[in-house]
């Protein structure tokens, strides 16, 4: 008796392997054969109608090598996301995630990369080739610009490595970026798919938390590469938890190298107890030794003015949905009071230290985890920094999921926590798309510049309410490290 034939299973990891294959041999040969003689013949005036008056309306005609260079340039950055892809569809055939997830993770990723070359350079992105075109012809990264008096560049000398892939393609970064993002949120899947194993709802929401409209306009949108900070200050806090002490203050180390944030959370994986006073030496040692070759081998290579943007950072002035921007505008208390505006942005470090401070000081007394206490650090920090830009925000977003799964006893069972923490995020992503959707809020002339004189309040009082429950909130060491093998 013949055997039943089997049922041909769909592999969702093949399918998308196949069309994005074939979709590049076809974008090959369009790019190539076809769309440099339209643009040709448009130019002189005797291509399709679309092509004609663009170079029509152009006001200040560039040569047709100019045109030709910028679809060169986009055609390899269409490649160069197509090959992201590929890489991105073997890292979720090697994954244990489930077929629905690979699906949406399959299709949510090819539209992730995509739609990161078709938006194209914009914002602090402009920047950002400026910057590695003077890395790549040898001059200072951190120039001081004629114009404005200050630097183009605030950012450690790990940024300036972009320039490499940048030189190749100037979309290469951002493409690096959004394809390092899509990395993590494979691993954070699968590490939550076995956590929740008896339950799919938490991974579908944490699914549509990875892939948020904010996370959509940051880094699809805008390009900032503000999540890699993001993702090694998790990494960081994942290996302390593995007791990885050595890798964890690496981790640290390169973060600070590239944006200098994750220094103000060293101490808290550093010292962990007062009565007696505990260290961890190897994650001091590691993450100092990285910073500190990090600096030295930049100074050697552009000098003095590789430490121009830790002056810069706490040089700057206030602007956007920080609590500071509000207080020196003319709604403020103080102006109200007496009837000028009262700029206070030199209080914003000293009261930021002492908050950390005070922060450090709870931490260590209640011996707090380690995800808590990174959270509720980096909150402090986002709330009285003078510069609130809305990219800032992404360390929260990203380290959320961390710490709700290695304290969901304690979340689940306080209702205020729940509610400030949705409170806090539902405000950042609404603003973070209004501020897009009318052009951006800050600068003189703009329709809605008026809201930069109120922005900062509301943030800072939901944040204030964010960060008086986490203060409120107990999280134990000794807890987390009897659920390192419950918890991502």
Not at 127 to 147: D, L, T, Y
Not at 366 to 375: K, L, N, V, W
Not at 438 to 454: A, T
Not at 467 to 482: D, G, I, P
Request: with cysteine.
């Amino acid at each position: 008796m013949p055997s039943p034939a089997r049922k041909a299973t769909i592999n969702p990891v093949q399918i998308a392997f196949a069309f994005c294959l074939s979709a590049l041999c076809i974008w090959l040969i369009l790019a190539e054969m076809l769309v440099p003689s339209l643009l040709s013949d448009a130019y002189q005036g005797s291509g399709l109608q679309p092509l004609n008056r663009f170079f029509a309306s152009r006001a200040v005609k560039k040569p047709l090598e100019y045109y030709l260079k910028l679809w060169s340039d986009f055609e390899f950055a269409i490649i160069i996301s197509g090959l992201a892809y590929i890489i991105f569809i073997r890292c979720i055939q090697k994954s244990r995630l489930t077929i629905s997830i690979q699906i949406a993770t399959l299709f949510t990723g090819a539209l992730f990369l995509l739609l990161t070359v078709l938006f194209g350079p914009r914002q602090d992105y402009v920047a950002h080739i400026q910057i590695w075109k003077e890395v790549i012809s040898g001059n200072n990264p951190w120039w001081i610009q004629p114009e404005s008096g200050i630097i183009l560049n605030a950012y450690g000398p790990l940024f300036n490595l972009f320039a490499i892939p940048a030189a190749i393609n100037p979309m290469a970064p951002k493409i690096i970026f959004a394809f390092i993002y899509l990395l993590f949120c494979i691993k954070t899947l699968e590490l939550y798919q076995e956590h929740y194993q008896w339950q799919g709802r938490p991974v579908w929401l944490l699914f549509a938390w990875l892939f948020n409209p904010a996370i959509w306009l940051e880094i699809v949108f805008y390009g900032h590469f503000d999540v890699l900070m993001a993702i090694l200050i998790l990494t960081s806090v994942h290996l302390c938890v593995k007791k990885n002490d050595y890798k964890s203050g690496i981790c640290i180390g390169a973060g600070f190298l590239l944006k200098f944030l994750p220094v103000v959370i060293l101490p808290f994986f550093v010292i962990t107890g007062f009565d007696p006073l505990k260290w961890r030496w190897r994650t001091l040692v590691s993450a100092l030794s990285v910073m500190i070759s990090g600096m030295l081998t930049s100074w050697l290579i552009w000098g003095s003015s590789t430490f121009r943007p830790l002056f810069f950072a706490s040089e700057r002035g206030s602007s956007l949905i920080s609590i500071w921007r509000y207080l020196r505008g003319i709604h403020s208390p103080w102006t109200l009071m007496t009837g000028y505006p009262i700029n206070l942005d030199r209080w914003a470090m000293p009261v930021m230290m002492g908050m950390l401070l005070w922060v450090f000081v709870i931490a260590l007394k209640r011996q707090s985890e380690i995800s808590h206490s990174t959270f509720l650090v980096l909150l402090t920090v986002l709330i009285f920094y003078k510069v609130g830009f809305l990219q800032y925000q992404m360390v929260l977003f990203l380290i959320l999921p961390y710490w709700f799964a290695r304290n969901i006893d304690q979340i689940q069972s306080n209702r205020p926590i729940q509610m400030a923490t949705i409170a806090y995020f539902i405000w950042i992503v609404s603003f973070d798309l209004f501020d897009n959707a009318v052009g951006g809020i800050i600068g003189q002339g703009r329709p809605y510049g008026w809201l930069e004189e109120w922005a900062g309040l509301p943030t800072f009082l939901v944040g204030m309410a964010l960060w008086s429950v986490l203060m409120l909130m107990h999280t134990n060491q000794s807890f987390s490290e009897n659920t390192d093998g419950k918890s991502p």
